[in-house]
């Protein structure tokens, strides 16, 4: 008798860096989440043109690989899926303004940090589904 596997809500992160990238899946598996990798905005926006309604949460630098940078890469988000926790991370200030509803996080941020904001994110979308 196999069991049903419950549904585990998915996570986007979006690092050129594959240290930081791979930490920050390991942090969200550990807290029931399925987590999409991707180092580019582009192969991001991929992502989100199929599941944006289906995350829960994204996590973007806003220096990536490709030509778009994180702060783009949100306003794309939040167009797709305007109730999608957004994060964005740099180790530099902000020089441009954020799509309502997002965050910024200067780098360095803590593990604990990322856990705190999946259960936020985890809360958010299960009322969004009801």
């Known amino acids: 008798m196999g069991q049903s596997k419950p549904f585990r809500t998915t ?3 979006v690092e050129d860096d594959a240290m930081q990238r791979e930490m920050i899946a ?3 598996e550990e807290s029931e989440y399925d987590v999409i990798q991707c180092e580019s905005a582009e192969a991001a ?3 989100l043109d199929k599941l944006a309604n289906s995350l829960a949460l ?3 630098d806003v220096n990536l690989a490709g030509t778009m940078n994180g702060v783009d890469l949100a306003y794309i988000a939040k167009q797709r899926n305007p109730g999608l926790d957004v994060v964005v991370t740099s180790g530099k200030p902000l020089r441009q303004k954020l799509p309502e509803g997002a965050k910024f996080w200067a780098k360095p941020w803590a593990a604990l940090d ?3 904001e999946a259960e936020l994110a ?3 979308s299960q009322t969004d589904q009801h």
């Open 122 to 124: 985890l809360k958010l």
């Open 11 to 13: 996570a986007l992160i």
């Open 58 to 60: 994204m996590m973007t």
């Open 114 to 116: 990322v856990l705190r």
């Open 45 to 47: 926006e991929l992502v």
């Open 26 to 28: 390991l942090l969200l």
